[in-house]
């Protein structure tokens, strides 16, 4: 009898530990999977918003680093993690 007692004494344990797990931790590792994925795919012609909210478009692509127009013949230089979000192409 004593062992049963001890197993349900675990139970609240391992159940707060599973709603951490599937309502904390799996959305953030999901999401941050999903922008890694993002600013791998970044190239020439995309148009995005850094992280401190200026809009402009990739011109130049060298590795960790981007140039980005952000005014018609104003390049700034900036890190891939500084893009926030790739906006969707305007037709």
Same mark, same amino acid.
């Given at each position: ?24 931790? +799996?959305?953030?590792?999901?999401? *941050?999977?999903? $922008?890694?994925n ?8 995309? /148009?995005? %918003?850094? +992280?401190?909210?200026?809009?402009? *478009?990739?011109? $130049? ?10 005014? /018609?013949? %104003?390049?700034?230089?900036?890190t ?12």
């Amino acid at each position: 009898m004593p062992q049963n007692s001890a197993l349900m004494q675990l139970v609240p344990f391992i159940a707060v530990a599973a709603i951490f797990y599937f309502l904390l931790i +799996r959305p953030q590792q999901k999401q *941050l999977k999903e $922008t890694k994925n993002m600013l791998d795919a970044l190239k020439t012609g995309d /148009k995005v %918003v850094t +992280r401190g909210g200026l809009i402009g *478009l990739v011109t $130049t692509v060298k590795g960790e680093e981007l140039e980005i127009e952000i005014a /018609k013949g %104003v390049k700034a230089l900036f890190t891939r993690s500084a893009v926030g979000a790739v906006l969707p192409q305007s037709k």
